[in-house]
Structures are given as C-alpha cells and as structure tokens.
C-alpha cells in the first residue's frame, strides 16, 4: 500500500505561515496526481488542494484560495502545501494522498475516500 509522511506542521499565530511536505512511496508518485486535506475536532476531513501529476495546474478549496500554494517534486517523490496569512480557522491535522486522476482528490469526502493515510502533521494557529 502506498506509504505516507507529512511534515512540516507547528504552532503559529494569525498570520503567520508554515510548510508542509509530504514524501510518498510505495506508488509512482510521478503518475499521481497529489493532493492536501485537514481534519479539525468534530469535522470531517475536507479537501485543501490538489496538483496534476505534471505539476501545471492546481485546484483549492475556496477556503483557501489565495492563501495556500500547492507544489510538487517528483524527483523527490514530495508534495508541499505553502500556507501562508494562517487563520485561526485553519486549525486541523493535515494530510496528504495520491490518485490517479485529480478529480479522486477534489470530490473526496472523509477519511473512507482513500485506502490509506499518513499520520497527518498538526497546524495550530492561535487568534
């Protein structure tokens, strides 16, 4: 199964900006579109960002837009989530995963969308 492992996640306050890595194995990442969601308490985990395999093009959750920046390097089997002017708001577990098509990533729902997840990297802005 495919392999997982976010990083990067911390405590900052309001305004503040973090960077998560993912690096992926077990699965040809570079065939893979690639993608972000989060988990806060009580919510369900909710869709962030995605990147085409080719790294040309991106989709965001509107919640996000304008403040998140996903990237990829596939010779380092990597995704990132630049997050930049923190909110409160944005306070979840963060977790990465891989899909053959973009459109897996966008439509998920929950944690039952996928196989498989890593252990996520906590983001705590603080207000």
């Known amino acids: 199964q495919v392999q997982l492992a976010e990083s990067g996640g911390g405590l900052v306050q309001a305004g503040g900006s973090l960077r998560l890595s993912c690096a992926v194995s077990g699965r040809t990442f570079s065939a893979s579109a690639a993608g972000w969601f989060r988990q806060a308490p009580g919510k369900e985990r909710e869709f962030v960002a995605a990147?085409?395999?080719?790294?040309?093009?991106?989709y965001y959750a509107d919640s996000v837009k304008g403040r998140f920046t996903i990237s990829r390097d596939n010779a380092k089997n990597t995704v990132y989530l630049q997050m930049d002017n923190l909110k409160p708001e944005d306070t979840a577990v963060y977790y990465c995963?891989?899909?053959?098509?973009?459109?897996?990533?966008?439509?998920?729902?929950?944690?039952?969308?996928?196989?498989?997840w890593g252990q996520g990297t906590q983001v705590t802005v603080s207000s």
């Open positions: 995963n891989v899909a053959e098509k973009l459109h897996t990533l966008v439509v998920a729902r929950g944690v039952g969308s996928f196989d498989a």
């Open positions: 990147i085409i395999r080719g790294g040309g093009s991106a």
